[in-house]
C-alpha cells in the first residue's frame, strides 16, 4: 500500500497524534466549563440504579487458588522478580519501524527472536505448560488448553504487543534516564516499552505463572498472543495472529478479547472510574491529487494545480466534520456513569440536563453537549488532518501535479463512505469550477496513473478502517459482566475514601491490535489496569514510565480474570 515514505511520514503524524492525545488526556474534564441550568435530568441522577448499573465484585470460586495467588503477590520479593523481569524487558529494544521490510527478509526484525528466548527463560513453566505457535515467525499465540473443548467453552483471549515506538536518537538525552535501561528508582521503572506495552505483556505471563504454580487446571481455554508490530500497521503480526486462530475457533469463536486500553482507572468528577474502551474510532488517510498539464511559468493559467488543491484544503478545513454526543457513542455512557455515580455536587447539571434530552435523540442536545465538551472534542467527532503536501519542482515550470494526504480518525457513529461522501461532495464544486474531471473514491480510473483527460483530481483512501462495533455491557451473564466483577475484585479506587471502583464503557480514541478480531468475538475489551493518566500519558515520548505499585498488582487482576471467565463454563 503506502510507500516508504508515506509510511514514515504517517508514523510523524502518528506520533504527533499520540502525544497530543497524551497530553489532553491528562486533565480530560478539568477545563469544562460548569454551566448550571436548571432542565428535566429525567434518570440521570445520582443513585438510579437504572443508569450505569454496577455488578458486585465477582470472587472466584475456588478461594485456595485466589488466596494462594494474593499471598504469593504481596510478598516484597515478589515485587522484586517481577520488577526485574520487566527491566529486562524493557533492555531489549524491540522497535518497530514504518519502513520495515518482510519478516525473513529486513534484518531488523530478528531482535523479536531476542524477546522470544528472553520471556522463554523467564517463563519456563509456563512454556512447560502452553503450546506455542508462531504466526508469521513473531507473533506468538500460547494456549492453555482447557479440559472443556472450545465449541463448549470458548477460550478467552488476551493481548498484548511485543514491540515499541522507536526513540528518536535526537531525544536520547532529554531522557532522564537512558530509554533502554530499564532503570527501577525503587518507585518508578522507566524506559521505552514501560505502559506500552511490556508492563501489559510480563503481566499476562505473570498470571499464567501464578495460576500454574497455584495448581489450577482450567476448564476454559486461555490464548495469550503477542504481535510484534502493533505500533505500525499490525499487518506483520496482528492480522496473521488473527487469521491463525479464527482458523482454530471461527466466527465468534472466542469468549472475550483483552487488550490495552487508553486510559484505564482514573478519577473524574472526583470518582474513580474503571474505563473499559468498548469501542475505537475508525481511520483513513485520504491521498489527493491534482493534475494538469504543465507549461513554462511565463505563460500561466489563472489556476494551477497548487493553486487548485489549496483551494480544496481550504474547503476540507472549512467544513469541519460535526461534533455531537450522541447515545450511540459510548462516552455517552460513560458520562451517564458520571452523572449517577459520581458526588451530586462535582458533575456538572447541565451535562445532566443535556444527557435526558440526548437519550431521546434530540439533535441540538447533541451538539451543544459537544460544544460543551469542547476539550475532549475528538472523542465526539471525525477529526482532519492535512498532514502532507507536495507540489512543484522548479520556479520557472508549471506544476503538472499537486498532492495531499489528510489524516482522519473517524466518530464511533460515522462510517467510512460518509467520510468519503463528505470529500467528494466538498471537492466537486471545485473541480466543476475549473473544469476538472473528479475521479472520486470508488471510480475505477482511481489507481491508474495514465487517465485520458490530464486535467483531474482523484482522491482514494488508504488503510480505511470502519469505526469498531460497540462491544455490548449489559445482560447479567455476558462476559463483560464478569470483566467487571473482576474489577471490583482486584483493583482499587484511586482515593482511600472511595469504597468501590465504577466501571463503565469508554472509547478508544486510537487503534489497537483488536482492530482484526472482529470476527472472533463481540466481546472485545480495551482495558489497562492501572491508573493510566499518571503513566500512559509518557507512551511513546520521552520518559516512559510505570509505577511500580501499579505495575505489581496487574497480575492479580488478569490471574483473577481467567478464574471468573472458568467458573462461568
Ligand atoms: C472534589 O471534591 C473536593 C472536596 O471534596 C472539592 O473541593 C472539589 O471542588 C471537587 N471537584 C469537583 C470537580 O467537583
Ligand atoms: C473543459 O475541458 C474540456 C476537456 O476535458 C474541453 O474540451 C473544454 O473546452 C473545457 N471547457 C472550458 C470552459 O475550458
Ligand atoms: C497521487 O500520485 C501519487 C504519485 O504519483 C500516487 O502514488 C498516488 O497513488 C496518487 N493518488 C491518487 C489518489 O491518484
Ligand atoms: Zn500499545
Known sequence: MAGPGVKLLLSAILVAFAAFLYTFLETPFNSIVFEAKNSNPGPYTPHNPSICPQVPALRPKNHEIEQSILSKTSLESYHKNIITRLTGLIQIPSESYDDLGPIGLDPRWDIF???????????PAVFETVTLDHANTHGLILTWEGSVPPDKAKPILMLAHQDVVPV???????????PYEGFFDGEIIWGRGATDDKGYMISLLESLDLLISSGF????????????????????????????????????????????????????????????????????????NVSSTGGHASNPTE????????????????????????????MFDFLSCAAVHAPKSSFPGSIRSHLAQIASRNEKAEQDLARELDSLRYYFRTSQSVGKISGGLKINAIPELASAMVNLRLAVE???????????????PIARKHNMTLEGFNSPQASQSTSTNPRKISLSAIDALEPAPVSPTTGETEPFSILSGTIKRALRPLSANEE???????????NTDTKFFWALSRNIYRFTPINLVENLNRAHTVDEFIRASEFVREPVFFSTLVLNADDAV
Open 113 to 123: 527472536f531476542s524477546v522470544e528466548a528472553y520471556i522463554k527463560k523467564e517463563y
Open 168 to 178: 528518536l536518537p535526537e531525544t536520547v538525552h532529554e531522557w532522564t534516564h537512558p
Open 217 to 288: 487446571k482450567p476448564k476454559r481455554t486461555v490464548v495469550v498472543a503477542f504481535g510484534c508490530d502493533e505500533e505500525i500497521s499490525g499487518e506483520n503480526c496482528g492480522r496473521p495472529i488473527s487469521d491463525f486462530l479464527h482458523g482454530r475457533y471461527g466466527d465468534d469463536g472466542i469468549y472475550l478479547i483483552i487488550d490495552e486500553g487508553s486510559v484505564g482507572i482514573q478519577q473524574e468528577f472526583n470518582r474513580s472510574f474503571a474505563m473499559v474502551s468498548v469501542a475505537e474510532k475508525g481511520y483513513i488517510d485520504v491521498s489527493i
Open 303 to 330: 489556476h494551477n494545480t497548487i493553486g487548485i488543491l489549496s483551494e480544496i484544503i481550504t474547503a476540507i478545513e472549512s467544513n469541519p466534520f460535526e461534533g455531537k454526543v450522541t447515545a450511540a457513542n459510548p
Open 414 to 428: 460515522t462510517s467510512v463512505s460518509a467520510v468519503q461522501a463528505h470529500y467528494e461532495a466538498l471537492i466537486s
Open 500 to 510: 468501590d471502583l465504577i466501571v463503565t464503557p469508554y472509547l478508544m480514541p486510537a
